[in-house]
């Protein structure tokens, strides 16, 4: 049975001594961030990640390596990922979250937004099943609905490392059925979780058996 621990901050807990837990590259992409609630999105985002793997490796924060390199080219601009963890990190609205697990995860969160053209983006990434079903949803219910079956599609893709590009491989259950993968190549977990009334979040683990999961709260 993998094990996953799932961490969440909101961004008004950034505070400008955690950019001592990050390294050169890290300052830098900070740095480029021109809105203070990006930067403080990437800053919480590289916070959680670092304090939850210093306190299980007995660490620093400052002292986890941490990779990002691309896998097309090289650049440190990709997936995080740490030696002998897998991670997923996500963001929207107020809220960062991460997830760290034995096997690979994929986190989404997701704000719930009916300002949004949903009905072209469901277009593009449910397929004919599933749109099917997101048609019978009407006004602030329809967000919620297209809410959730994206953060379920986008923690399985998170979780492969396949991108958004794959988003019509992976059919999920409907938004008032249990979180499921229905049709896919390969097996996962999908599990919904509370964030906020404002949000849908889920997170995917690929393996035959559902964790062993674990959610906190960063305090400060």
Known sequence: MPDVEV????????????LTDLNDVER????????DEDKARFLLGVTLVRRVLGARMSLAPAAVVLDRACADCGRPHGKVRAKDVELSVTHSGDWIGIAVGTAPVGLDVERIAPEHDLDGVARMSLTPEEHQVFEQYEGAARARAFATYWTRKE???KASGEGITG???????????????????RQA???D??????????????????PALHVHQFRV
């Not at 979780?193 to 559902?210: F, M, R």
Request: charged share 25%; proline share 8%.
């Open 155 to 157: 923690a399985v893709l």
């Open 7 to 18: 961490w969440w901050a909101r961004v008004e807990q950034a505070r400008p001594e955690f």
């Open 28 to 35: 830098e992409r900070y740095a480029a961030y021109r809105r």
């Open 189 to 191: 977990q999908l599990t």
């Open 167 to 185: 988003v019509q491989n992976v059919v999920v259950s409907g938004p008032e059925e249990p979180a499921a993968v229905i049709r896919w190549d």
């Open 193 to 210: 979780l509370t964030v906020d009334d404002g949000y849908a979040a889920a997170l995917a683990v690929l393996s035959p058996e559902p």
